[in-house]
């Protein structure tokens, strides 16, 4: 079925709309209440590991031209690379005996810089020659493909929806649409790929109604996993001279970290590097104590790691992985967290 009939589907009311839009707007004792009303889901639901899944970038190729990506086909400043199969594996074995991870993410622009076998022979290989839980985030593919790399080993996907405007969805994406989008999230679904998606907080001309479409979207979805981060502007992009729609009221980031919590409350949330951007002081370890429960540090080898701009600003590109780990790990424990064992899998439909 697809998504435009899926979607006739799902009656949403207006009050419930209106609840979001309210939680978005708490202040003073009542945001206060928000962020612990989250923190608090999150400890019930989540418990107290954070779980570390280390991000390989293996390749910055990208045919597509998505308005607000920094590795965009039509930015010709970047350097383009692809990791060897053996680079990447050597990299998951590094990341699994030395690092915590228990999960490894394979990440890429969207063109078969590996083909489609190849990425499913990697898969394969280090599904055998390692205990990690594997994550693919390359983009819109076939069903019969994700079918594919599922039998091939794949336990997640990573397609964020990007924002639940359909028109905006269109205007910053040339090579797609927004109900091809969903369609693959249903499909990795119904195969039983265990589905992350998520959304950019503040993208140019978005309102709060966007945004609180985009946390019921996610609901409605009932994803395994979370993954949101405020839109950063790239110099090199056609939306290089806009600014974040909350530029001059970052605390949304929060608000929407916190607000996707409650009505996620059995679902892995990230707090994604992109908050540690716009706050470098602390703004992963902010997400996580309102209401995130993941970390993905970047473990792309260094040689790359500074051609994988999605936007400006992107920190610790030139942070060794072990002084990463060490980093990480005394930032979970000094929030009175745990690293969590063993590979984290989905908790839905479980008692
Ligand atoms: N090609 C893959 C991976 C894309 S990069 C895919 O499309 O799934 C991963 C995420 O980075 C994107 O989904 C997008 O939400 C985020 N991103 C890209 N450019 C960004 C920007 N300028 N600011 C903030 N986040 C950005």
Redesign the pocket.
């Known amino acids: 079925m697809s998504y435009k009939r899926k979607q006739s589907f799902i009656v949403r009311n207006k009050g419930e709309k209106d609840l979001v839009l309210s939680l978005l707007k708490s202040e003073g004792e009542d945001l206060k209440r928000l962020y612990e009303d989250a923190d608090k889901l999150r400890q019930r639901y989540m418990g107290d590991e954070v779980y570390i899944r280390g991000i390989i970038e293996f390749s910055n190729i990208?045919a597509?031209d998505?308005l607000?990506?920094?590795?965009r086909a039509s930015n010709h400043n970047v350097k383009r690379y692809t990791m060897t199969p053996e680079e990447i594996i050597n990299t998951a074995k590094t990341i699994e005996s030395k690092h915590s991870a228990t999960t490894v993410v394979l990440?890429?622009?969207?063109t078969p810089s590996l083909t489609d076998h190849e990425i499913g022979k990697l898969i394969e290989r280090i599904k055998r020659e390692t205990s990690l839980a594997v994550t693919l985030?390359?983009?819109?593919r076939s069903e019969k493909i994700y079918r594919f790399w599922r039998d091939c080993g794949m336990d997640r996907y990573?397609?964020?929806f990007?924002t639940s405007d359909e028109k905006l969805f269109k205007r910053l994406h040339p090579d797609c649409s927004f109900g091809e989008r969903i369609d693959c999230l249903y499909a990795l679904k119904e195969i039983g790929v265990q589905t992350g998606s998520?959304?950019?907080i503040g993208l140019p001309s978005e309102t709060l109604e966007t945004l609180a479409e985009n946390i019921l979207l996610c609901r409605d979805l009932e994803l395994d996993m979370i993954?949101i981060?405020?839109?950063?502007?790239?110099p090199d992009?056609p939306?290089g001279d806009q600014k974040n729609a909350y530029d001059s009221n970052k605390e949304m980031f929060f608000k929407a970290l916190s607000v996707l919590r409650i009505y996620n409350p059995d679902a892995h949330i990230p707090a994604t590097t992109?908050f540690d951007?716009v706050f470098p002081e602390n703004g992963r370890a902010m997400a996580l104590k309102r209401g995130a429960n993941i970390y993905m540090p970047n473990y792309t080898p260094l040689e790359y790691r500074r051609d994988y701009m999605?936007?400006p600003n992107k920190p610790y590109v030139d942070e060794s992985t072990e002084s990463c780990v060490a980093r990480v790990i005394s930032l979970i424990e000094s929030l009175g967290r745990k690293i969590g064992k063993g590979p984290g899998h989905s908790i839905k439909g479980r008692d």
């Open positions: 990208c597509n998505c607000y990506c920094g590795i990440q890429s622009g969207e985030s390359v983009g819109n990573l397609l964020r990007e998520g959304f950019m993954g981060g405020p839109f950063i502007p790239h992009t939306l992109a951007a999605l936007y």
